[in-house]
């Protein structure tokens, strides 16, 4: 019953909005129209919310003013998160005071219009004879056509060509080269060379090529030292690890981040053996497997650099990576790295 | 109020008119102002992303005043006190002096990247919010493609955004960046020496190509997506719940954009950027300082990218270890299915969407009148595996922090996830349909209950 009696009151003052919109629609027509007050409905007179709305507007200003303030001295104590709130308090005021207004004192009417016209099929239709009648004239269409495309694409290939000097598109070959050669050194941050002496277990360390710089993906890389005893190299690395101490390439080969974690057991019999992880997307690599994936995304191993010691107790390359450094790409794996 | 007093009302016409001599915008004036906003919170979410945007571009065009965007060598001599001395580059430097001797620089730098991750999260909510009430459908498929364009172009800009400032999180962001650019098939490797002039960390122009691209190529495009979008909106007009008897397909029912809605949604816009400066002066977001300038040989965990980079770093994670090859050929290197494919395919999906349903359901009208969720089992059951799938993903993305902070092994994560990502959906597709299914069961229920009392009550008074 009482959803009917909501569903006649909803009809009857349907209907009267029905007729008020027709009445403004009439008023439109003539030239007094936007005059007087049959527009909008009336709204529903708050005087006492008026001054609300005026006292949220003060604090708003209020605010803003304490913002100026508080930016006018100089190192106010925590005067950064002053600055937030007071700035936050002047929107925020001026925002609460807007949306009160237009609640409680503005009318807040519900109108409603037809949905604009789904479809205007005669313009459409014009509007496709207009181009196909301009054409009539024309009596070799696909000659011109395909002249035209021809020319349109011409244009387009030499307006893109100077983007070939943005870099060097086709020259893959730096991708492929490192600074190390047999009878570098091995060096720290500070250019201070590696003793094989100082290689501890259980730890890595960041190693670069003497005299070349830090920054190009082929210098870095990560030293460790294991157990001779547990390596199980491929056979023709068999003489790169001397002392157990592994040089392999700092960059991981699914992404390109620096491997810069190293798992190592706390208690060897249950844990799993030492690994270095990438720490972007967690690629594992066995040091003692040559650099073999365990875990992770990386589709290839981690490129081992062959050591040597020399008479010095120095850590020296016995000559280039075993495989292309860095993430994959089509031709990472056609040469080996020069 | 207007129109309280004889001379205030006057002026008003005389401006109106005056403006109309000159522009004839007086019909277009008296239209817009009676231009109908059907009224439902859901539909703020857009609202409150375009006010974000706003605010990205204020703060943005102050922060352009400070930063130097140049991988040009300096030492750093300002006020922080930890990396005095510290060799980097100028970008770097002119972040940290813009915010730590700027005065407001930090708390524009921070409501910056506050309303970044505000304006795709307003995005995303707005994009679901359309998929399960179906208003992406005929008429309104391109309005849907350009919000899906400007949501994966804000993606980049974002990523942009914080790769410019050359810390460590901006390094490690651009080496995966590289990575994936190497990994498209076949032409990966010219696309990433291209583009980086040179093999990563690239030339010192790499970075004027970040900077351009963020401050000026991005917002240009996000601008123009955006205003064709409102136009798209403003032309069909906003669709609408069926709240009302009145409520149609042909006619809308809403609140007149002035004086109804006008106040309402400055309103929105003020408070928006009250939270966003709130944010930006309390909440710390991306503290540049805590990990140093980029070197390529240092990367750590700890470096957390935005949230909205989140469900890219999970697929990346996720993807089992192998390059397709074929001989020596690598066909297709690892990042490739989750840092290109993975996202292609979401924007695929999604794009496809209202021709999707309209092949599934045949139907061709148009559409003005909104589905609630259940009224459509079928794209209410798809869409919700769909958002499973990537939300699983988005997850799996923080499974080396679940390990950090509640001790859950790495491993066993992954595994269980990669399992996870596609049983979790299949079963969320058929429970999702049984849901709506008995909820339309039980509404007709409801009706018939209904009926059934205004007959029996009809024959009571009858009797």
């Keep these: 019953m009482r ?10 003052t349907l209907g009267l909005g029905r007729r008020r919109e027709r009445r403004r629609d009439e008023g439109e027509g003539d030239s007094g129209g936007g005059r007087g007050h049959d527009l909008v409905e009336p709204g529903p007179h708050n005087p006492g919310t008026e ?3 005026a006292a949220l507007f003060l604090l708003a200003a209020a605010s803003a003013v304490a913002f100026i303030v508080v930016y006018s001295l100089e190192r106010f104590p925590a005067q950064h998160e002053l600055f937030g709130v007071t700035l936050a308090a002047a929107f925020g005021f001026l925002g609460a005071g807007l949306i009160v207004l237009a609640r409680r004192v503005l009318p807040s009417e519900e109108l409603e219009e037809d949905y604009p016209e789904e479809e205007h099929v005669e313009a459409g239709i014009e509007a496709a004879t207009i181009v196909e009648e301009s054409g009539r004239s024309i009596t070799r269409k696909r000659l011109l056509t395909a002249a035209g495309g021809t020319a349109g694409g011409a244009i387009g290939l030499a307006a893109l060509t100077p983007a070939l000097s943005l870099g ?19 060096v720290d941050r500070e250019g201070k060379p590696y003793r094989a002496e100082e290689i501890e277990r259980e730890t890595f360390y960041t190693a670069f090529p003497e005299g070349a710089s830090h920054r190009t993906l082929g210098s870095m890389l990560v030293v460790v030292r294991l157990d001779p005893a547990r390596l199980r190299l491929p056979r023709e690395r068999a003489d790169w690890a001397p002392e157990g101490i592994l040089a392999f390439s700092k960059v991981c080969t699914h992404a390109g981040c620096a491997v810069g974690l190293y798992r190592k057991p706390t208690y060897p019999p249950t844990q799993p053996p030492p690994g270095l992880v990438c720490p972007c997307h ?11 994936v365990v875990f992770g995304p990386a589709g290839r191993p981690l ?15 016995r000559g280039n990576f075993s495989n292309a450094i860095g993430p994959a790409w089509w031709g990472v794996n056609l040469e080996k790295p020069s | 109020m207007v129109g309280g007093q004889p001379g205030e009302a006057e002026l008003i016409r005389r401006a109106l008119l005056w403006l109309d001599a000159r522009t004839g915008a007086a019909p277009l004036v008296r239209k817009g102002l ?12 857009g609202e409150v992303a375009l006010y974000a945007f706003i605010m990205l571009v204020a703060t943005g065009i102050y922060l352009t005043l400070f930063f130097e965007p140049s991988f040009g060598e300096t030492t750093y001599t300002g006020s922080y006190a930890p990396m005095q ?8 430097r002119s972040a940290l002096e813009l915010s730590f001797d700027v005065p407001s620089g930090l708390l524009m730098r921070q409501t910056h990247h506050w309303a970044a991750n505000v304006f795709v999260a307003a995005i995303v909510l707005h994009m679901i919010r359309v998929f399960f009430t179906g208003a992406f459908r005929k008429p309104r498929e391109l309005t849907w493609i350009i919000g899906l364009l400007m949501l994966f172009t804000t993606l980049l800009e974002g990523y942009l955004g914080y790769s410019m400032v050359d810390d460590l999180l901006s390094g490690i962001g651009l080496a995966i960046g590289y990575g994936v650019a190497l990994s498209v098939p076949v032409i990966g490797a010219n696309l990433a020496l291209g583009i980086w002039d040179g093999p990563f960390p690239g030339s010192t122009v790499f970075e004027s190509r970040m900077y351009v691209a963020h401050v000026f190529l991005l917002p240009i495009l996000i601008a123009t997506l955006l205003a064709g979008h409102l136009a798209l909106v403003a032309s069909r007009h906003h669709t609408q719940f069926r709240a009302s008897k009145r409520a149609t397909q042909r006619r809308i029912v809403g609140m007149p954009a002035f004086p109804a809605q006008t106040p309402r949604s400055l309103g929105l816009m003020l408070m928006t950027a009250a939270l966003l400066f709130l944010l930006g002066g309390l909440v710390q977001i991306n503290p540049i300082w805590q990990w140093g300038p980029y070197e390529t040989y240092q990367a750590t965990n700890g470096a957390q990218p935005d949230w909205y980079l989140g469900w890219l770093i999970g697929s990346l994670r996720l993807m089992p270890g192998f390059d397709l090859s074929i001989g020596d050929y690598v066909l297709v290197p690892n990042p490739f299915w989750g840092g290109a494919l993975f996202p292609l395919v979401v924007l695929g999906v999604l794009g496809a969407s209202p021709w999707l349903e309209r092949r599934f359901t045949g139907e061709r009208g148009f559409n003005n009148v909104l589905d609630r969720p259940r009224d459509a089992p079928g794209r209410t059951a798809f869409g919700a595996a769909f958002f499973t799938w990537v939300a699983l993903i988005f997850i799996s993305g923080s499974a080396d922090r679940a390990d950090v902070f509640l001790g859950l092994d790495y491993e066993s994560q992954i595994w269980f996830y990669r399992v996870a990502v596609i049983v979790v959906p299949l079963l969320v597709f058929f429970v999702t349909r049984k849901v709506c299914a008995e909820l339309q069961a039980s509404d007709a229920i409801e009706e018939a209950r209904e009926a059934a009392e205004e007959e029996a009550k009809a024959e009571a008074v009858a009797a």
């Design chain 1, 282 to 292: 967690y690629s594992t690599f066995d040091p003692a497997l040559g650099g073999e």
């Design chain 1, 3 to 12: 959803r009917l009696w909501q569903g006649l009151l909803a009809v009857l």
């Design chain 1, 168 to 186: 060097p598109w086709f020259h893959t070959e730096p991708l492929r080269r490192t600074p190390w050669r047999a009878g570098r050194r091995l």
């Design chain 2, 85 to 92: 001395g510290l060799p980097m580059s100028e970008a770097y």
């Design chain 2, 34 to 45: 009676r231009y109908l906003f059907p009224d439902h919170w859901s539909f703020l979410l």
């Design chain 1, 303 to 317: 490129p081992q650099l062959p050591l040597a010691i020399d008479g010095a107790g120095e850590l020296r390359a």
């Design chain 1, 51 to 53: 001054l609300g709305v």
